[in-house]
């Protein structure tokens, strides 16, 4: 398949993680109560923690090895089942963990239902597969299945979450679908993708590789997941119910540039074993133009609205994480950048090293300021941790990948965003004399989408046109 049918693909399954969660996410926060919810992210906290040290580096790995094999269907179907066997011995050993804590820590006793469901995403997720077909680039398959799954899970949760006490109802519908999906994709490649078995099966020759990314997974997820965790176990529910409300809108826009730079990884892997480094340098150039052009609006007007944002996601009883969304808006940016420098380049052309480090700068970071700040402002603390401590990774990242290849910044479309930002502010408080809340939210947003549409006749943008072919509709017109 074409790289811009894989960029179609994704985009569209990316779009779906926007336009479901505005869905099913208000609902939620208005019908489960604030602690519900708290308890329901402290424990998945644990979950998405166990997850990837079960996973020990076999999504990044398995994807970038796949992608060297294409063409030969049993070394393939060789690695997929060392890759699954190992992962599976590691859920399990997760599991029993999970269910020791469940049982002697005081603030998991409560919630050992919801340990239980987490369990099944934690074993489910061995035979999820979807290294596999991203590494031979089945972005296509992977869309389709996906947006049925999502949908069934949409309506399942309007027509089976009733009340503030259906947390649990709610945790093993998104829990289903992490089922749902390792059921299909398992069958799926053993139907069509695999070639047998040969009995020489060698797990121990992907050990080193994987410590190294494992100890990377290991690093990330305390400073992306453990936040909420450390801030369960010095504060309250309501604490972490306020810190993931508006980490989990954050959330869907860095999943979406995340997702979209996804593509570029199978293609790079190629590149690198080809020594094409033009090819390299453009398509880096296009992800980071990609991450510009979506995250820094997003930035924008979650700065400019946080209320009315949040009024609009989760109801009037979480505006008090309105100063967190101000400071988590610019994760986007950071975490977009610093894939496409770490996992899109880095990763792929074998430089994990780099990556570990970057991570354990990442890990001290956050920590500290953890521990530091949670005490006096809460989830606040939390908030500013994270932010500190992606910008810590994003710079090591960039400078590493700058030793490795020139780094090439489409600054006239960094002008041209700039430019439609400004101008949207001036219009914004001129507004503000005529409106409020979200009438003042839309009109504005509606001004943006106008400058930019017209600021690209005059700045003629060649990756924006190859996006939106906004210069054959104007020569239609015309």
């Known amino acids: 398949m074409s790289l811009k049918k894989n960029l179609l693909s994704n985009f569209i399954l990316t779009s779906s993680t926007i336009v479901l969660p505005l869905i099913t996410f208000p ?35 398995g994807l970038r090895e796949v992608a060297k094999l294409k063409g030969n269907k ?12 190992l992962q599976l011995f590691l859920s399990l050993f997760y599991i029993i963990i999970f269910f020791i804590l469940g049982l002697f820590v005081p603030k998991l006793v409560d919630n050992i239902r919801l340990i239980e469901i987490g369990s099944l995403m934690i074993l489910s997720n061995s035979f999820s597969i979807e290294w596999f077909y991203q590494g031979i680039e089945k972005f296509s398959y992977i869309t389709k299945r996906s947006l049925i799954f999502k949908i069934l899970s949409v309506i399942a949760i309007l027509v089976f979450v009733k009340n503030k006490y259906d947390s649990g109802i709610y945790y093993f519908i998104l829990a289903s679908v992490m089922i749902a999906n390792a059921i299909v994709n398992f069958g799926y490649f053993f139907k069509n993708h695999f070639a047998g078995f040969k009995f020489e099966v060698n797990i121990m020759r992907h050990l080193k590789p994987l410590l190294v990314l494992f100890s990377i997974n290991a690093s990330l997820s305390i400073y ?87 009024m609009i996601i989760s109801g009037s009883k979480y505006l008090k994480s309105s100063m ?69 990774v994003c710079l090591y990242v960039f400078l590493a990948a700058k030793k490795e290849i020139k780094i090439f910044i489409d600054y006239k ?40 549409l017209v600021s690209q006749i005059f700045f003629k943008n060649n990756f924006l046109s190859s996006l939106i072919n906004i210069n054959k509709i104007l020569k239609r017109k015309l």
């Open 27 to 61: 609902y939620i926060t208005r019908t489960l109560s604030n602690a519900s919810l708290g308890n329901v992210f402290f424990i998945d906290s644990f979950t998405q923690y166990f997850i990837l040290f079960a996973s020990l580096g076999i999504p990044f790995y």
């Open 324 to 392: 967190a969304l101000q400071i988590l808006s610019i994760m986007p940016l950071i975490i977009g950048l610093c894939n496409v420098f770490g996992t899109q380049f880095l990763l792929p052309i074998g430089k994990e090293r780099k990556i570990l480090v970057a991570t354990i700068i990442g890990l001290t970071v956050s920590l500290i300021i953890n521990f530091v700040l949670i005490p006096s402002i809460g989830f606040l603390g939390s908030a500013i941790a994270a932010v500190i401590a992606e910008i810590s």
């Open 74 to 85: 049993q070394i393939s179907s060789n690695l997929v089942i060392e890759l699954v066997a």
């Open 224 to 310: 992306v997941i453990l936040d909420s965790i450390i801030l369960g176990f010095l504060t309250d529910a309501l604490n972490v119910s306020y810190y993931n409300i508006p980490l989990k809108l954050v959330k869907i826009f860095w999943m979406i540039i995340s997702g979209v730079g996804l593509v570029f990884i199978p293609r790079i892997s190629f590149l690198h074993k080809t020594n094409n480094k033009e090819e390299i340098k453009n398509l880096i150039s296009k992800s980071i133009s990609i991450v510009l052009l979506f995250s820094l609006p997003f930035s924008f007007f979650c700065i400019l609205f946080p209320e009315q944002i949040l």
């Open 413 to 452: 479309l960094l002008i041209q965003i700039f430019c439609c930002l400004f101008s949207t502010l001036i219009l914004f408080l001129i507004y503000k004399r005529h409106f409020i809340g979200i009438p003042l939210m839309v009109t504005t947003f509606g001004s943006f989408l106008i400058f930019f």
